[in-house]
C-alpha cells in the first residue's frame, strides 16, 4: 500500500517537471501519462491475481486433507497403532492439532478385566469405549479406526466401529474387498491401505463393480513404515526398488481411470518412514493428498503406550531397527532386543490360544504368541515382548507432546514449501 502512494507521488512529480519544461504540450502529456498509467495498473492487478498459482507446484498454502466431506487443516494422519499404541488419548491429541487421529482396532479389549474370560467381547467393548472416550475429548473433530483385515472377527469389529459413530475406517493387512458392504447406509469414509499399485487398482476395480463405489482415501504405506509390512522378506531386501518416490506415481497412474469415471480425485496418502516436514513436502510434490505418521507419534505424552515402550523407541539406534518375521506370516520393522533373539534361537514361549486373533496364525506352528508378545511391549514389559518401529524411530530424542510435533510438523512444511 505504502509502495503504491510513493510510486503515485515519484509519478506525479515526474509529469509535473515534464509539464514545466514543456507547457505547450502539456495536455498532450498528461492524457499519455494517464493512459500508460491505467495501463500499467491492470497488468500488475493481474500479474498479481496470477503471480500465486504461478508457482510451479501450484501450492500457495498448506493443503488441507479432504476425504469425501471431511476435512482436515492439515494433511496428516496419524497412522493406527497396535496393540494399545494409539488408542482414544493420542488419536484425540492429533485431531485436535488438526491432523486425522487413528485408534488401532487390534485386541484393543486387553485393558479390561474381561479379557482374560472373553476376548471378543472385550475387543468389541474396548473399540467403543475408546471410540467414545476420544469422541469426548475431541468434539467434532476427524477420528478414524484401524481396523486389519487379518483379524479374526472383522466384520463385527467393522460393524460396531460404525456404530460408535467413527468418521473413517482405515484397513490394511490383506485386501478389504467386502468393507463397503459392511458399512452400507452409513457416511462413515473408508480408507484401505497398500503397498502396491496393482493392490490399488484391484480393490478399486473390485469395488465399482460389486459395490459401485471407490475409496475415499487410499494409504500407500511403502517398505520404510512401523509394524507389518505388505512386502516379502526378498523384496525388503531391496527397499530402494519399492521406494515411495517409485511407488507413489504408479499408485496415482493406476487410480487415475477411477477417478475420471467418478468425478472426483481419491486422495492417496503416503506412510512409512516420514518424520519431518520436509518429508511431507516431498511426498506432497510427488501428487500425494497428505501423509500417514506413526512412529513420530509414539514419543509424545499422549500417546497411549507405556513410558517404558516409549523408552524403548528412545533407546533405539539405527543399527537396531530391522526386520522380523512375524507369526502372522508376514515381515514386520521392530527394535531389536533380548526377546527376539531368544525367539530366533527357537527359546520363544510356548503358545496356548484359544482365540486366534489375526487368521493368518496358526497358533500350533506359531514360535510364540504376537498378540501376548505386543500386549507386554505395550506395558513396557519388554523382556516379554518387543516394538515395533518405523525406519526413523532412531531419530526421536525426547519425550514431547503431539501438539509440539504438529506445530514442528507445520513450520518445516511451510518452509519446505517455500510459504510465508
Ligand atoms: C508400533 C506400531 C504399531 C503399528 N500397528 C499397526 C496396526 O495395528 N495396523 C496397521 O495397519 N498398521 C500398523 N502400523 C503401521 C502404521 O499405522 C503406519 O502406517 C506406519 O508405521 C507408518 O510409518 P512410520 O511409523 O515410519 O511413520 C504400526 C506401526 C507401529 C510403529
Request: proline residues 5%; hydrophobic residues 45%.
Amino acid at each position: 500500500m505504502i509502495r503504491q502512494e510513493a510510486e503515485k507521488c515519484l509519478l506525479t512529480i515526474l509529469v509535473l517537471v515534464v509539464t514545466g519544461m514543456f507547457p505547450a504540450y502539456k495536455g498532450r502529456i498528461f492524457l499519455k501519462c494517464y493512459l500508460w498509467t491505467k495501463i500499467q495498473r491492470d497488468f500488475c492487478a493481474r500479474c498479481r491475481m496470477r503471480w500465486k498459482p504461478l508457482r510451479k507446484d501450484g501450492l500457495v498454502d498448506i493443503p488441507t486433507l479432504k476425504i469425501g466431506d471431511l476435512t482436515a487443516r492439515l494433511p496428516i494422519i496419524q497412522g493406527g497403532m497396535g496393540v494399545g499404541i494409539s488408542m482414544a488419548n493420542l488419536a484425540a491429541a492429533v485431531a485436535n492439532c488438526g491432523g486425522v487421529g487413528v485408534i488401532s482396532g487390534v485386541e484393543i479389549g486387553f485393558y479390561r478385566p474381561d479379557y482374560q474370560i472373553n476376548k471378543k467381547r472385550a475387543n468389541l467393548e474396548g473399540l467403543l469405549e475408546q471410540i467414545e472416550k476420544a469422541r469426548a475429548l475431541s468434539p467434532g473433530k476427524i477420528l478414524g479406526v484401524n481396523i486389519m483385515v487379518a483379524i479374526n472377527n472383522f466384520e463385527e469389529t467393522v460393524r460396531t466401529a460404525v456404530q460408535a459413530g467413527i468418521d473413517i475406517i482405515f484397513s490394511g493387512a490383506g485386501l478389504p474387498l467386502n468393507l463397503p458392504a459392511l458399512v452400507q447406509e452409513s457416511n462413515v469414509k473408508l480408507g484401505p491401505i497398500i503397498s502396491s499399485p496393482r493392490a490399488a487398482a484391484l480393490i478399486c476395480k473390485h469395488w465399482e463393480k460389486k459395490h459401485g463405489r471407490v475409496p475415499d482415501v487410499l494409504v500407500l504405506e511403502g517398505p520404510q513404515a512401523g509394524g507389518h509390512l505388505g512386502f516379502s522378506t526378498e523384496e525388503l531386501e531391496h527397499p530402494e526398488d519399492y521406494a515411495l518416490e517409485r511407488l507413489l506415481p504408479e499408485v496415482l497412474a493406476a487410480v487415475k481411470p477411477y477417478d475420471e469415471r467418478h468425478g472426483r480425485r481419491i486422495p492417496v496418502v503416503a506412510a512409512g518412514g516420514l518424520w519431518d516436514g520436509a518429508d511431507i513436502a516431498r511426498m506432497l510434490r510427488l501428487g500425494a493428498a497428505g501423509v500417514q505418521m506413526a512412529t513420530r507419534f509414539i514419543t509424545t505424552e499422549e500417546c497411549d503406550a507405556s513410558p517404558g515402550f516409549k523408552a524403548e523407541h528412545l533407546r533405539a539406534k539405527k543399527e537396531d531397527i530391522g526386520i522380523i518375521k512375524s507369526p502372522v506370516g508376514m515381515p514386520g520393522r521392530a527394535i531389536k532386543n533380548a526377546y527376539l533373539e531368544r525367539v530366533a534361537v527357537g527359546e520363544g514361549s510356548p503358545v496356548k490360544c484359544a482365540y486366534n486373533c489375526l487368521q493368518p496364525c496358526v497358533p500350533s506352528k506359531s514360535p510364540y504368541c504376537i498378540a501376548d508378545a505386543l500386549i507386554h511391549a505395550q506395558k513396557g514389559e519388554l523382556d516379554k515382548g518387543f516394538a515395533f518401529a518405523g525406519a526413523n524411530a532412531w531419530r526421536a530424542e525426547r519425550i514431547t507432546t503431539v501438539k509440539e510435533v504438529m506445530e514442528e510438523l507445520e513450520r518445516e512444511l511451510k518452509s519446505a514449501l517455500n510459504l510465508a
